[in-house]
């Protein structure tokens, strides 16, 4: 079946650290890659998106590569801000019977200032 | 301009209580959801409607019941509320995938604590 797979958090990083947080997926063809970020308190919204193989999404210094031959898709920042602090969702899309986003369990981001 | 708006924001209710949250979307959307997220952050999809007509369905309690009287609303009724209930629902729209986009826009949520 389709799932998504992300480190487990929380992640706590000093600002200025270089982040990382690894995602993997399993699909049948070829899903749309996305990653939602989830700021206290409020709804998710779309971070970044890559929709093909080695497309690399890219958004407010986040980037990451969709993978194929991994099946991977990690989200990287070079420095990260203490307004960074959030929870990040790796998802992906198929088409399933109806267009379906699946969530990893989420990754919580503390920066400390 | 609210692009996904979802009320109420809290709801505290007692077990066996009938429930309902709102959901509007003002982007002109085709699909709407409802994702329930639980203490631990998790996600996990509840309903799909696309132009008011239900195409996803996971395996939720019958005791939940969205209604979607127009492409622009869909609404989520439950009965008979258990304390397992309690978590975070989120409402979400996006445009036909069809089309091309394929981003979900997401309500603010809305925290259910059955007590």
């Known amino acids: 079946g389709n799932s998504v797979t992300q480190m487990e958090g929380p992640v706590t990083l000093s600002e200025e650290a270089f982040l990382t947080i690894n995602c993997t997926y399993t699909?049948?063809?070829?899903?749309?890659l996305f990653w939602y970020v989830q700021y206290p308190g409020e709804g998710l919204q779309l971070l970044l998106k890559a929709t093909k193989a080695d497309d690399k999404g890219s958004n407010k210094g986040f980037e990451a590569t969709y993978r194929k031959e991994t099946t991977s898709f990690h989200l990287e920042k070079g420095s990260v801000q203490v307004s960074d602090s959030a929870v990040y969702f790796c998802?992906?899309?198929?088409?399933?019977?109806?267009?379906?986003?699946?969530f990893g369990a989420g990754t919580r981001l503390f920066v400390k200032a | 301009d609210t692009a996904v708006s979802q009320t109420p924001k809290y709801l505290v209710t007692q077990m066996g209580n009938d429930k309902s949250i709102k959901c509007e979307q003002n982007l002109g959307h085709d699909t709407m959801y409802w994702y329930k997220q639980d203490s631990k952050k998790f996600l996990k999809i509840m309903f799909s409607y696309n132009n008011k007509e239900l195409i996803i369905n996971e395996t939720v309690p019958n005791r939940f019941s969205p209604k979607s009287p127009d492409k622009a609303h869909l609404n989520l009724h439950i009965n008979s509320l258990e304390l397992g209930d309690s978590a975070v629902y989120f409402c979400?729209?996006?445009?036909?995938?069809?089309?091309?986009?394929?981003?979900?826009?997401f309500g603010q949520g809305t925290r259910l604590t059955v007590v």
């Open positions: 998802a992906l899309e198929r088409n399933t019977g109806g267009f379906k986003t699946i």
């Open positions: 979400a729209s996006s445009q036909d995938r069809l089309m091309g986009d394929t981003e979900a826009f």
């Open positions: 699909a049948t063809g070829y899903p749309s």
